[in-house]
C-alpha cells in the first residue's frame, strides 16, 4: 500500500470522525452517565506507537529522497489531567525518527535522518469511552542529521543540527471491543492527520576529514508539510 | 464539513504531496566532464543539467562557482585565443511534430571586465553543427559541420549540409540569427578554417580573408567584409590538382604572408602531393561588379617529397617559403615569385617548423659561427619533430646562400613531439616534450642548451601563462603535481588529496584589482567535482584550498 492510499484513507477516516462527532454521543449503543465517563478518562494513562508519514514539498529534500514523502515511528506518552464534562485535556511526551537516503547524479549518495522530540498538548471530545476526537499541538525541538558521500572528498560530508518544531493535527481513536472485562489495560486504534513544520536551515555541509574541504552548499532544507500518522495505543 | 468534502480535501493534499523530485537531481554527471581554461576562470562543463560551472578565485584560496546555462547537447567547445570568452556549441533537443524543444544554439560566456561577473549569450540557430572557427580578432565565430577531435564532435543530425557555414556576427545582442554561407561545393566538406591577419595590400582593400580548406581538394577564399552584405559576394575557390597524377589531394595545412616586397598577399597550401600550391591574391580581370576585386594566380611547385610543415620566412635572399620534407631530410626554400628552389640538407629528418625570431630577433643566434652571422631582417625557426632526436635552429640569413652552415643542431636523445612556447619575458626559452612523456627539456634559444627534467611518470606540463616563469607538471591520475621555476629549474613538489584531471593557472578575478595575483586550479573528475586552489606564486600545499561536491549545488 503506497503513502497516498494510507493517507487518502486515514484522512477519509479522522474527518468522517470528526464530522460525526456530534452525532455519535447520541447514537451510540454504549452511551453512558457522566460520572461513569469522567471516572474513565480521569484515570487515563496512555501509550501509543505508530507510523507517520510526511509530504515535504520543499526543494530541499529533493538531495535526500526521490519522492516528496518521509517516514517517522512515533512513540508518545501521556496522561490526561484535566476532564471538563465530555471533554479532557491530557500533556505528553513524544519522540518522532524516521530516515530518508537517495542516490544524486548518479554518483553521490545522501542520507537525512531526523528525531523529533515534542510536547503533545491534546485536548480531547469524548464520545463515549470506546471512541473520542483529538486536537493535538505538539511544541518541541528537532535533530536533523545530514550527510553526502562524494568521491571528491576522502571524508563524508555532514550536518547536525537541533532546532525548533511544532506539529498540529486532528485524529480519532477508537477503543475496539476485544477486552476482557475488567482488563486492567485498554488497547486503543487512532488516526490524526496534521501539518508539521520544523524551522528551515542552511545545509553547508562540511567534510569530516583532519583538513576539511570547504563546505557543500545544498541550499536550504525546510522539513515542513502536510502528515498523517496511524497508531496502536494502550490506556490503563 | 460533509464527508465528501473531507474525503476530497484529504485526497488532493495527498496527491499534491506525492510528487517525485525534479529529474535534475538524477541527470548523469559524465565522467568526462571537460574543462577549459580562460584568463580569470576554469569552466567545467555539467551537459546533464545544462550548464557551465564557472570557477573563479577572487582572493586567497577561495573559490566562487558561478553556474551558467549553456544549450542542450553539448557538440563543441572552444576558448578564444585571448582567453576571455569560451564559445559553446549545443546541439539542441530533438524537434518534436509540435515544434517543441530547444533549438540548437551558440552560447558565448564573458566577464565583465570591471566585476568579473560571468555571463552569457546565445544564438539560436535552425540546424545542428559540430564544428566551430573562432576569429582570433574576436568579431566572428562560424559553425559548421566536420568530422574533429572535439571530445564532444559527432554527427548532430539525421541530415547535414557538410558546405553551411553560420557567421555569428559577436558584436550583436543574443538572439541575433546567425549568417548562412554556402560553399561551392565540389563534393567534400570543410576541413579546416583560417582566419588570415588583415592583408593590408589586398586589391579592392583592406580586408581580412576566411580561408576553408575542404577535402574534395579545393580551396575556399571567403572575404569577411561581405559576408553581411544582404547578398554576400561568391567565394574564390581554388582547385587543386596534382601535376603527376590524379589522385585526389587533401589540404594539409596553410602559409599566410600577408605582404611582401611585390604588395600583393601571398598564400601557399602544402596537402598530401609533393607539390606545394601557392598563390598570390593579385587584382582580378572580372568586370562583374559583384566580382572578388582579387584573384589568385596559381603556382604548383615540387619540393622533393611530401611536406610536413610549411612557412613563409625572410632570408638572406628575401622571402620564400620553407617546406619541411622529413622523407629526404631536407627543407626546400621556394622563391613565391620565381618559383626557384634552394634544397638544404638538415642535419635530421624533422616534421615541423616554428619560427622563433621574435624569441632570439631577427638574425638571432650565436656569433661564434653556426647558425649565426645572419643578416639582419631574417628569421630564425626552429626545427623538430619527425624521428630526429633532438631540435635544430636554423638561421635564415644564411640559408641560401650558405645553406650547409645554417642550422645547429641541439641532442636531446630522444623525438621531441610537442614545443611550448613561453610567454614574455622569458620567451627565449621553449619547453621541449619528449615522446617518453617522463623526460622534457627546457630549450635556451641564446645559449642553444637544453637542459633536461625528468618526471617518475608521464607528466602533462602547463606553462604559466602570465610571465613564463614557471611550468606545472602533473600526471594525470595521480596526486603529485610541481612548480618548477623555468629559469633556475628549481622545483616545489605538491600533493592533492584527489587524483588530478587537469590543471591551470588562472588571474585571481578581484574587482578593482589589476594584478590580485594568481592561482593555480587542479581539477578531479571524480565524484561531482572536486577542485584544489593553490597560490600559484608561492605554492604551498598546506594553504591549498579543497573544494569538492561543487556539481551538487546550484539546483
New interface residues.
Partial sequence: M???SI??GL??VA??G??STAYADDSSPASASAGELAQSRTAMWRVEVGYRGS???H?G???F?????FSQMSVLASRTIFVWGRYSFAPGIAWDYGSAG?T?????TSSLSVHRLSIPLEGRAHLSDWAYGFLRVAPGVALEQAE?D?????GA?TKARWLFSSDVSAGFAVRPHLERPNAPMHPWLQAD?GYGWIAAQRLNLA?DAP????M????TLAMQ??FFRVAVAASM | ???RT??T???A??????????SS?????SSQGQSYSLSHAVVVIDD?LHRAAVLTVASGQS?TTNFLPVGHGVTNVTSSSDGERLFVLSEGDAQTSSGTGQPPMLTVISFDPQTFQPSEVTYPFSSPLNSLAIDPSGQWAVAYAASSSNTYARQTSFIEDPNELLFFDLSRPSGSAPLPFELRSYGGSPARLTFTPELPSLPGGPSRLLVVEATSSDVHLIDLAHVADPKPRAEVVIPLTSAQNSATITPQGLAIAPADSTGYPKMALRTTDRNVFSWQLGPTSSTATDANPFEPSINETDVGGVPSDIAFVQTDAGMRLAAIVPGTSSAALVDPNTMLTTFVALPASFSHISLVTGSVGAGGGSSDGGAGGTAAGSDVALLWGSNASGVALWSLGVSVDRSYDSTVFINVGSNVTAVEDVPAPNQTLKLLEISSGTEFFVLDLLRQTAAPLNASSSATLSISPDDGDRVWAFAAGQTSLASIDLLTRQFTPLVT??PVSAAYEIARAQPSTQNAGRALLTV?N?????VTVFDAVHPASSAA?????????G?
Avoid: H
Fill in positions: 503506497n503513502p497516498r493517507f487518502f484522512a477519509t474527518l468522517a470528526f464530522t509530504f515535504v514539498t526543494p529534500y529533493n538531495a529522497s526521490t519522492q516528496d514523502y537517495a544524486d547524479r548518479g554518483t553521490d553526502l562524494d568521491a571528491s572528498a576522502p560530508f492527520i567534510e583538513t576539511p574541504a570547504a557543500v552548499d545544498l541550499g508539510g502536510a | 464539513m460533509s464527508y473531507s474525503s480535501l484529504a485526497f493534499i495527498g496527491l499534491a504531496a506525492c510528487a517525485g523530485r525534479p537531481w538524477d541527470a548523469p554527471i546533464g573559490l588529496v584527489l578531479s571524480s565524484g561531482a567535482l572536486g584550498q579543497r573544494y569538492a561536491g561543487l556539481f551538487m549545488e539546483q
